[in-house]
């Protein structure tokens, strides 16, 4: 970032996190468990309203298939950059 926001993050350096296992090995389902979902910060974040509708598309796109098909070239990768970021400070 550039507007400074970072400016209180003591110098290190920034690693690429990559998503390993990309294949579908049933972690994609387990995000309809709520106990899951506690751990997932960004889906604790949003209200239930917001996150409900892309669960039930979730659940029937794993039900049909359709996400296995429409993802099909993703899920033969061993591993993908998906752009998390993790920052590790000097100490």
């Given at each position: 970032?550039?507007?400074?926001?970072w400016?209180?993050?003591?110098?290190?350096?920034?690693?690429?996190?990559?998503?390993?296992?990309?294949?579908?090995?049933?972690?994609?389902?387990?995000?309809?468990?709520?106990?899951?979902?506690?751990?997932?910060?960004?889906?604790?974040?949003?209200?239930?309203?917001?996150?409900?509708?892309?669960l039930?598309?979730?659940?029937?796109?794993?039900?049909?298939?359709?996400?296995?098909?429409?993802?099909?070239?993703?899920?033969?990768?061993?591993?993908i950059?998906?752009?998390?970021?993790?920052?590790?400070?000097?100490?």
């Amino acid at each position: 970032m550039t507007d400074g926001s970072w400016s209180a993050v003591p110098p290190g350096r920034t690693d690429t996190a990559v998503r390993a296992s990309v294949g579908n090995d049933g972690r994609t389902s387990t995000k309809l468990d709520p106990r899951v979902r506690a751990g997932i910060s960004l889906l604790t974040q949003a209200d239930e309203d917001t996150v409900a509708p892309g669960l039930a598309r979730l659940a029937n796109d794993l039900e049909s298939g359709s996400r296995h098909t429409r993802h099909a070239e993703v899920l033969t990768l061993d591993t993908i950059d998906v752009g998390y970021r993790l920052i590790v400070a000097d100490s």
